[in-house]
């Protein structure tokens, strides 16, 4: 059964950094388009970055310059170096792996890792 597993949340002050981990089982991450997403209490779910099969990656205008995704291809690892923290930052951030193979779709979804900001 695939899993995907977030890890590297907890609590930084403002303008701090951290490096979030996204691991899963049973598929290889580099198959697919992974994603970053957070969701705020009483917020809705939204993107912060992506990287595609092929590497392109993608950011909202709120954490361009900020976050940074990647890929260790051979730890089948996706991270998130998230820097320079806002309050507004703060989120469970959940990790997204996905693809379209013919008529197969394939989806998967972590947990979540808290990050909070505060001072």
């Known amino acids: 059964q695939v899993q995907v597993v977030e890890s590297g949340g907890g609590l930084v002050q403002p303008g701090g950094s951290l490096r979030l981990s996204c691991a899963a089982s049973d598929i290889s991450l580099r198959d697919y388009d992974v994603g970053w997403y957070r969701q705020a209490p009483g917020k809705q779910r939204e993107l912060v970055a992506m990287i595609t099969e092929g590497g392109y990656t993608n950011y909202p205008d709120s954490v361009k310059g900020r976050f940074t995704i990647s890929r260790d291809n051979a730890k089948n690892m996706v991270y998130l170096q998230l820097s320079t923290l806002t309050f507004e930052d703060t989120a469970v951030y959940f990790c997204?792996?996905?693809?379209?193979?013919?008529?197969?779709?394939?989806?998967?979804w972590g947990q979540g890792t808290q990050v909070t900001v505060s001072s």
């Open positions: 997204n792996a996905n693809r379209v193979t013919g008529y197969l779709k394939e989806n998967y």
